[in-house]
């Protein structure tokens, strides 16, 4: 590198100030929630979205409408943009390339490529000897016939591409077998990482930022609880030991450098009962676990990510007040509008809902927050709000 500071400076990232466009690959609730914190500060925004009413397109200046492989599209929503990021992993890697060629990317296209492939996560984050659980890649059903033994007889089975919110996986044991064929056809016979089944003491999240500058920083740990491999529930803080704590925020500092990220990374971890700290799997963008960051923290997963695509100084990710949210899926919806105005009767809480048109079961439609004197309280707090739904 040069010695001359004149020569750094013009090296270094440029900044991209309010006023300019900010451009974001998909337009669900984590575009929409991204594109409010980018507008409030300043920002001009533009998504693309296979869906033109989706919840993101009734805040932001432009959608464009393409699918997640349509190259054409992405170099529509590229062309003049300051800053290009992303709410959802499973974008083609062709429509990826497609924009870093007309405007920065961030958080990249080779990190993309790794992460939205379970089968190529687990490799790398194992190649790069981060911890990860027994695992083994399937790619045929004698892959799968032989895994299952190897990794003591019980595995959750994952396809590699495609698969979300407990879609795409299942659980395969010795009742299944000894021909395990069904439940690897059930999934479409494709490509997919079959993991031992662990003693789970509890799951956690924390999300890292990384601005173009080289800036990183790293929230709390969350504690979540899934229902039907769907998160339920995430409350902060996780309540874990200080030893897990700094070894979480310390993995996730790590891989989010390691991997070059320029953005946001989710990273979910496993404790086991056998005190182990276990990266499960991550994610290049907000997260549903980083929502009450919006109540609980000084910056907000979305107003980091928008820091971070525009290299903006990173926000402080102090905790100021423990906080928890509770996912509304479309179930909620199924017997009648839900009574809201009794849910925000209890103290704290707030209502956050994504415009969604179709209540479907299973479909995040919103979620409601809450703060509390204490984790469990702001906990408590967002259960009994949905109770009363």
Known sequence: MSSDPQATVAMSPSIVKPGG?????????????TAMAARTMGYRVRVMDPEPACPASFVVDECIVGRWDDADAAR???????????????????????????????????????????????????????????????RTEADLNAAIPALDGQVFLKIGRGGYDGRGQARVGPA??????????????????AEKALDLECEISVMAARNPSGEVRTYPAARNHHENQILAWSVLPAGISPEFESRAE???????????????????????RQG???????????????????????????EQAVRAACNLPLGSTELIAPAAIVNLLGDVWLNGEPDFAAALQVP?????????????????????SATGATAEQALERVLEAKRRL
């Open 21 to 33: 466009l900010l451009a974001i690959l998909g337009g669900g609730q984590l575009g929409r929630m």
């Open 76 to 138: 529509r929503l590229a062309m003049g943009a300051d800053a290009v990021t992303l709410e959802i992993e499973q974008i083609g890697v062709d429509a990826l390339s497609a924009v870093a060629e007309l405007a920065p990317l961030r958080p990249g296209v080779e990190p993309v490529r790794i992460i939205q492939d379970k089968t190529l996560q687990k490799i790398w984050l194992a190649e790069n000897d981060f911890p990860v659980g027994p695992f083994r890649v399937v």
């Open 176 to 193: 299944d077998g000894p021909d395990f064929g069904e439940a690897w056809r059930n999934l479409g016979a494709r490509p997919s990482v």
């Open 250 to 272: 310390q993995l996730a500092a790590a891989i989010i450098a390691r991997l070059g990220i320029e953005g946001l990374l989710c990273l979910e971890f496993f404790i086991t």
């Open 276 to 302: 182990e700290l276990l990266v499960n799997e991550m994610a290049p963008r907000p997260h549903n676990s980083y929502h009450q960051s919006e109540r609980g923290c000084v910056t907000s997963q979305f």
């Open 348 to 368: 704290s809480v707030k209502l956050h809902l994504y415009e969604k048109r179709t209540p479907r079961a299973g479909r995040k439609m919103g979620h409601l």
